[in-house]
């Protein structure tokens, strides 16, 4: 600390460090204010930093209610900080380093002077709003220099998240006092998230700059094509500040703040829809270098759209605008000038009149629909399109006055016409009755068959046609998805809109014919018709969730408001027959080329189909609907249970699978399939689950066959999906024994189709069927747990609740699978060939399926019960997976795994040990007690010794840390050795102190048992009794208080 010479004075007096350094910054502030701006740097760079500090302490002090009010010392300082941040300066006036520096600290304590200006007294005498506090600071926060937007766009550009370090040279051939401001907004904008006092001056500065900058590419004839580049890219730059502002919570905006910002973002909206459409000045940086690529007009038109999208989510909801209204009045926003401003996406006067001009969402919908932006999957595009319909949401779950929704159902009648273009049939009808008989606007749209796209030919084929289908319909699945997380939206989209597939019943039952025939007789399907048709059955899925919220009012009506519910479960149907065909399977046509174009038209299809039942999984299923329905969609999902196996091992999928891991299956990614078994009745819920497990046994008969490797890729989806369903099973009512006992007989069959197949094991459908019997288990165990205890209901007279009559047998089945995937576990480990990272891989997937099997069973103790387990019965079997556990630790690959695996193993062993996972007391078996649990731990330590001379084998058959290490830096590249040997052995380490630890337990079971230690103990051979009498003196050393560690 170099203190300056006023401090001297104070030498002796008590005073604290702390009044010390306010002492001597308040002395560097006051010699900051008035000495004059100086060229040198090395004289200016102390006293804009200490004038900062200084104020800081002062804030803290009045936040600590300490000071007062500011007095004139600090209202000098402040002012003089923001008049010199705000200054331009130059080099020739010597202003330079002094604004640079002032600058830099300015930007760096931007909520310490939002807090300042809040207080500091306005000069009304000069009448220059520019003079005043707030607007000095929102000059410097906001430069008008267009270099400096240029450059935040370029940074954006290759850090949109803005997550990296902090490069200087990155601002080379900027001007250098302007640098400072940049950095705030390229990496440290959430300071401004507590600054809501200068949320609105931001606003206006940055809307006036984004207005000043766009009036000449208005006119773009009259600028050279390189000026328009960098108006571009300050423009672009600007929305990228104005976005990131817009982000930040706890927005405090006037509404004429926010009306002006409307005006500005629909202006440069349609500047920028213009430019993109045009050829000339969509490719205006395509021939530039890689920095002026980034500042494209789509760029900036995708930002506008963003924007908008902030502010339009951000205004008050028709919830919180309910709640402030009285019983009769309209619920509207409370700002004319927000509705102005609202008015400039979407024209109510001309919706009102039934005119036809084009707004720039209008327009915008047009370009998307006429090809402008491409094929809308992926990219600008496909963002462009989100948002699009994003703003739509937004806009139609308000409600604005000027606008009932009456004239809103008709603008969105026609919105959608202008977004599907002529490729879907769109009609309105303003005045359709409806079933309660009111009148409403109603918008149909007419879906193609996706039945008649399949049986399209090559040669009656229109590129152009299946391009412009394919945008229309995924601007729709944009729309759809975007309604599902608005509700407000989603009811407008209800009551509006009608999706009308083509074809049903037996008239469409020919497509599907043809298209079987064609399959058989080796004809092609063309990929853009196969793609179309996935994203037909997108739509119809997404209609299903749109509707799914509300419930079916009409019996008579089993589908929603979107999507008819009848024709999805036929259309579900007919496809998968398709699916199921043979020459599909094999690969469509005989060209190799033909096949390897239509694969990921394939996959769209799959997804598509995927969605479509996902849909029908998560829609509600009254009992009111009927039986015939449910029957055929029971028997829909079986078949595509069956066929999803088999879309994984042919490739028939929409997942992609990254580098180490597999592929994900179709059916993994349906998290509302989980929600059918609990959605359903009892009786529907029995029918489903039982009419699976049949299936699966008879996929598992067909599997043990001759040819049974072609059948174990549906057996293991069928697998799949009981899994899921028996996951989503409630706890109450027990399923009845016929249909637990069909589901065990299901899973035995399965489990020795896996037992006959050791060399090529299925690991897949191991892992599936491991979740059924593991779900089942639970479920079956769950009515335990909600009894009253044995004594208590014995001493009222009442009847305990007896186990389930299949309970053992799911034990039996549950361990039976653990100790075939152990076994198979080690298998794998020992193998030593070419596929030996995926086989460990594997090998990990099945221990912890095992892990999970026990600790199923060890947690589904009971704490008052007649019997005791059946495993304690069976104590061989249980030590029989503990010890194969226990050699995938010494065997495995790597230090990691070997880890995992020892801490399953020790938590495994405590759990034996103690007769379950419920937390008792170690001493409850040997002490006597009458405890369900302390019974169970006098049956089981007679075996515990097995466990521990089994662990001491181990131990010594083990080459050591170097050897595993060694090991496993064998799989790894040359390269890579250095910086992994040193994880290697902490990892290896780390295994091995966690199963020293973990037999605490193990012994201290056999606290008061001298006969089984002394039996176990003359058992041994050398060095293992050696071994054990070293590890016993470190427990009992351990085990004892001693005051030392």
Avoid at 235 to 259: K, T
Avoid at 684 to 691: A, H, Q, S, T, V
Avoid at 802 to 826: F, K, M, N, W, Y
Avoid at 857 to 866: A, D, G, W
Wanted: some cysteine.
């Amino acid at each position: 600390w170099e203190l300056p010479g006023s401090l001297h004075r104070l030498e002796g007096e008590a005073c604290d460090l702390a009044d010390r350094v306010w002492y001597g910054l308040r002395a560097l502030a006051t010699k900051f204010v008035q000495s004059p701006p100086s060229n040198r740097l090395d004289a200016v760079e102390p006293y804009p930093d200490a004038a900062v500090r200084w104020l800081a302490l002062c804030e803290e002090r009045y936040c600590d209610g300490k000071t007062k009010a500011f007095d004139k010392l600090q209202q000098r300082v402040a002012v003089t900080l923001l008049q010199r941040a705000a200054s331009v300066g130059d080099a020739q006036n010597g202003k330079e380093s002094s604004c640079l520096l002032t600058r830099r600290a300015v930007c760096h304590w931007v909520p310490l002077f939002a807090s300042v200006t809040a207080r500091l007294p306005c000069r009304s005498s000069d009448n220059l709003d520019e003079y005043e506090p707030v607007a000095m600071l929102t000059k410097v926060i906001v430069p008008g220099e267009l270099e400096c937007w240029q450059r935040l766009a370029q940074i954006r550009a290759s850090s949109p998240l803005g997550d990296r370090v902090v490069d200087r040279t990155e601002f080379t051939g900027l001007h250098q006092s302007w640098a400072p401001s940049v950095e705030l907004w390229a990496f440290y904008v959430e300071a401004l998230a507590d600054c809501a006092v200068l949320n609105a001056p931001l606003l206006q500065r940055l809307a006036g700059l984004i207005l000043e900058t766009a009036k000449p590419l208005d006119v773009k004839a009259s600028l050279p094509r390189h000026y328009r580049a960098q108006e571009l890219g300050a423009l672009v730059g600007l929305h990228e500040a104005l976005l990131s502002l817009a982000a930040l919570p706890s927005q405090h905006v006037p509404a004429e703040v926010v009306a002006e910002v409307f005006h500005v973002l629909s202006t440069t909206a349609k500047i920028a829809l213009t430019l993109s459409t045009d050829p000339d000045d969509a490719s205006l940086a395509a021939a530039g270098s890689d920095e002026d690529k980034a500042v494209t007009p789509r760029r900036l038109l995708l930002l506008s759209l963003r924007v908008s999208v902030q502010l339009l989510e951000s205004l008050p909801s028709e919830s919180s605008l309910r709640s402030t209204a009285g019983c009769g009045e309209e619920v509207t926003h409370g700002s004319t000038a927000v509705r102005s401003a609202i008015f400039g996406f979407v024209d109510a006067a001309a919706c009102a009149q039934g005119q036809t001009e084009s707004t720039v969402l209008d327009k915008l919908a047009e370009a998307l629909a006429g090809g402008s932006f491409g094929d809308l999957v992926s990219g600008s595009s496909g963002d462009l399109c989100r948002v699009l319909a994003r703003i739509t949401c937004a806009l139609l779950s308000h409600r604005i006055r000027g606008w009932p929704d009456k004239d809103k159902a008709s603008w969105l009648g026609r919105f959608l016409g202008r977004l599907v273009g002529q490729q879907l049939e769109c009609s309105v009808a303003e005045n359709a009755s409806d079933a309660e008989g009111s009148t409403r606007t109603v918008c149909c749209l007419s879906l193609p068959c996706p039945l008649g796209l399949l049986s399209c030919d090559r040669a009656s084929v229109d590129a152009t046609h299946f391009e412009g289908l394919q945008r229309s319909l995924r601007a729709l699945i944009a729309l759809l998805q975007a309604g599902c997380s608005s509700p407000a939206a989603a009811a407008v989209l209800q009551r509006t809109v009608t999706l009308s597939p083509d074809g049903r019943g037996e008239v469409s039952a020919q497509p599907m014919n043809r298209v079987i025939e064609r399959l058989g007789a080796g004809s092609d399907i063309v990929a853009p018709a196969i793609s179309a048709a996935g994203l037909v059955l997108s739509v119809v899925a997404q209609g299903l969730e749109l509707g799914r919220s509300e419930v079916d009012r009409i019996s008579d009506r089993v589908g929603t408001l979107l999507s008819d519910r009848c024709h999805a479960v036929w259309l579900a149907g007919s496809v998968l027959k398709v699916f199921k065909a043979r020459p599909w399977q094999l690969g469509i046509g005989t060209c190799a080329e033909i096949a390897s174009s239509t694969s990921a038209a394939r996959g769209e299809l799959w997804t598509g189909l995927g969605n479509l039942m996902s849909a029908l999984c998560a829609a509600p299923w009254s009992d009111e609907q009927g039986d015939e329905l449910w029957d055929n969609f029971v028997e829909i999902l079986g078949d595509w249970s069956e066929f999803a196996g088999n879309a994984l091992a042919s490739g028939i999928h929409s997942g992609s699978a990254t580098e180490g891991s597999p592929a994900p299956t179709p059916v993994a990614s349906m998290q509302s399939l989980a929600l059918l078994c609990a959605g359903v009745g009892r009786g529907r819920r029995e029918n489903l689950l039982g009419l699976l497990a049949m299936r699966l046994s008879a996929l598992a008969a067909w599997a043990a066959g001759e040819h049974g490797e072609a059948w174990l890729p549906r057996m293991s989806g069928t697998a799949e999906v009981l899994a899921v369903l028996i996951q989503g099973l409630p706890q109450r009512p027990t399923l009845p024994g016929r249909i637990v006992s069909s589901m065990l007989a299901a899973v035995h069959a399965a489990v020795v189709v896996m037992s006959g197949s050791l060399g090529s094991f299925p690991a897949v459908a191991s892992l599936h069927v491991a979740r059924i019997s593991i779900g089942l288990y639970l479920h079956l165990a769950a009515p335990l747990h909600f009894t009253s205890s044995f004594s208590s209901a014995s001493s009222k007279g009442l009847t305990t609740k007896r186990p389930h009559v299949c309970l053992a047998d799911a034990e039996d089945v549950l361990l039976h699978i653990a100790g075939l995937q152990t076994r198979a576990s080690l298998h794998f480990l020992r193998a030593r060939s070419v596929e030996a990272h995926q086989q460990a891989a594997t090998a990990m997937e099945l221990l912890s399926s095992a892990y999970s099997a026990l600790s199923a069973i060890f947690s589904s103790v009971p704490s008052e019960t007649t019997k005791l387990p059946p495993w304690t019965r069976k104590p061989h079997v249980v030590l029989d997976i503990l010890k194969a556990m226990l050699e995938a630790v010494y065997t495995a690959t790597s230090g990691r795994d070997a880890a995992r695996v020892a801490g399953d193993v020790a938590r495994l062993w405590e759990a034996y040990a103690q007769g379950g996972t419920r937390l008792v007391a170690q001493s409850a078996g040997r002490a006597g007690k009458a405890t369900h649990q302390a019974k169970i731990q006098r049956a089981t330590k007679g075996f515990v010794i097995m466990l521990i001379a089994h662990a001491l084998d181990q131990q010594r058959l083990w080459a050591g840390v170097e050897a595993a290490v060694k090991r496993s830096l064998i799989r790894l590249d040359a390269g890579s050795h250095a910086t992994t040997r040193s994880i290697e052995t902490v990892s290896w380490k780390e295994a091995v102190c966690v199963l020293q630890t973990g037999m605490v337990s193990l012994f201290a079971c056999l606290d008061g048992s001298d006969h089984l230690k002394q039996a176990l103990y003359a058992s041994l051979r050398e060095p293992l009794g050696t071994m054990f009498k070293e590890l016993h003196e470190g427990y009992q050393k351990r085990s004892k208080y001693t005051g030392e560690a």
